[in-house]
């Protein structure tokens, strides 16, 4: 430990966003500006389941070692946006208002004001939800190393996780993508799923209280031809599933579930995400994976389709490229994860469905979200002190 370090267990009073708090004003327009301190492919069988583009010492320094806290950084995806969803660290944080200059120069749009003033129904789009929700997660995660930074401690995360769209910040995070390349590729995705979209009425439901299994069932007895298909998107909990297809069939499904005392929530999103429907968008977005720069991740990644530690570049470039035809095995992330040792998990990004799911799958472990920060205060000590390090004097 650092000569002068503070352990973060001695600090109960203080939170991760509110540790320096930057007054802002409302600039006109609604900105903000600093104030005076400076084909029918077969169903997946879920029976068988077995400033960011610089490296920081915040959570890894220099190359990967053995050495981690039992600390796992994870990050959302799609359908976690909400209105306002990037004021906390917009109006709390020089490096979150950095990352929002830099994603509005990528993608040509003002990512601060569609994450901070747009309302539901345009974050709806994917279009601006997929770069919203990357632009707000790296804020987020910039914001906790700013933090952190200026009391003289950092994490060393073990592993990262994120769900679908989330493990692209996850990449950013492990420094195996650099925020640039993160954003124009999740920009490119967002088109390939919003085109396929525009032809086609699809979309996706939750179907809480049933099994995974069961739920499979009434995909493959809901889908009645290629054209009028639905399957498993997400394995959330082993009783939350969500389903994704075409709107004739999605809505067989979910009628179904409800007959056997499912409760049904259809989601407002626009897409239909991680099924066989998207075969030719995995094909050509897998395309676009293997021209993109990419490094060894510096922690492992968890992979969304079968739990395994992503540790290299290939391995990343594999993953993405399935990552729009195949299921997303969250629970299944969450039990490798704890099954390597992490105690603490933290959601960075908006809302805190994540930390939640956490929660339900491992009620010994503790997870939090950075966006719960004000409306309920995160104790820094939530981090246990074997899992905190002084920062590098």
């Known amino acids: ?7 973060i267990a001695g600090l109960p009073s203080r939170t991760i966003a509110g540790l320096v708090r ?5 600039c006109k327009g609604g900105r903000r500006r600093e104030g005076a301190r400076t084909l029918v492919a077969p169903h997946h069988d879920l029976r068988a389941k077995p400033d960011l583009p610089r490296r920081t010492n915040a959570v890894s320094e220099g190359t990967p070692t053995p050495e981690s806290d039992p600390v796992a950084i994870v990050f959302p995806g799609q359908g976690s946006q909400q209105p306002g969803m990037g004021r906390l660290v917009y109006d709390h944080s020089e490096a979150a208002r950095r990352v ?5 120069e990528l993608a040509g749009m003002d990512m601060a004001e569609i994450c901070i003033e747009e309302d539901a129904e345009a974050l709806s789009e994917t279009t601006l939800t997929q770069p919203a929700v990357l632009t707000t997660s790296v804020a987020f995660l910039s914001a906790m190393h700013e933090k952190l930074t200026e009391v003289g401690r950092s994490i060393r995360p073990r592993l990262f996780g994120g ?9 950013v995070a492990a420094e195996a ?15 390939l ?3 396929f979209n525009e032809g086609r009425p699809v979309g996706m439901a939750s179907i809480i209280g049933l099994n995974g299994e069961l739920v499979q069932q009434i995909c493959e007895d809901a889908t009645l031809s290629a054209e009028s298909r639905v399957d498993i998107a997400n394995l959330n909990l082993d009783t939350q599933t969500v389903i994704s297809g075409d709107v004739s069939a999605l809505e067989r499904a979910m009628d179904h579930a409800r007959d056997l005392q499912g409760r049904v929530i259809r989601l407002k999103v626009k897409v239909s995400s991680h099924t066989p429907l998207h075969h030719d968008q995995a094909e050509q977005f897998a395309q676009i994976i293997r021209e993109i720069p990419m490094t060894d991740p510096v922690r492992p990644i968890v992979s969304n389709r079968n739990s395994k530690l992503l540790r290299t570049a290939d391995d990343l470039r594999e993953e993405f490229s399935e990552q729009l035809r195949a299921p997303v095995l969250w629970s299944d992330n969450v039990r490798e994860m704890t099954g390597q040792g992490v105690r603490t998990f933290i959601e960075a990004g908006p809302g805190h469905v994540l930390a939640r799911l956490v929660r339900r799958t491992d009620r010994s472990v503790t997870a939090v979200s950075l966006n719960d920060a004000e409306v309920e205060p995160i104790p820094i000590s939530v981090l246990p002190p074997e899992s905190t390090q002084a920062a590098p004097s």
Do not use: K, N, W
């Open 22 to 26: 930057t007054p802002m004003r409302r």
């Open 163 to 171: 769900h679908s769209l989330g493990l692209f910040s996850a990449a």
């Open 1 to 7: 430990m650092a000569q002068g370090g503070r352990s």
């Open 177 to 191: 993508l650099t925020f640039r390349d993160s954003m124009l590729v999740v920009l490119e995705r967002s088109r």
């Open 193 to 195: 799923m919003s085109r």
């Open 100 to 104: 929002f200059e830099e994603a509005s």
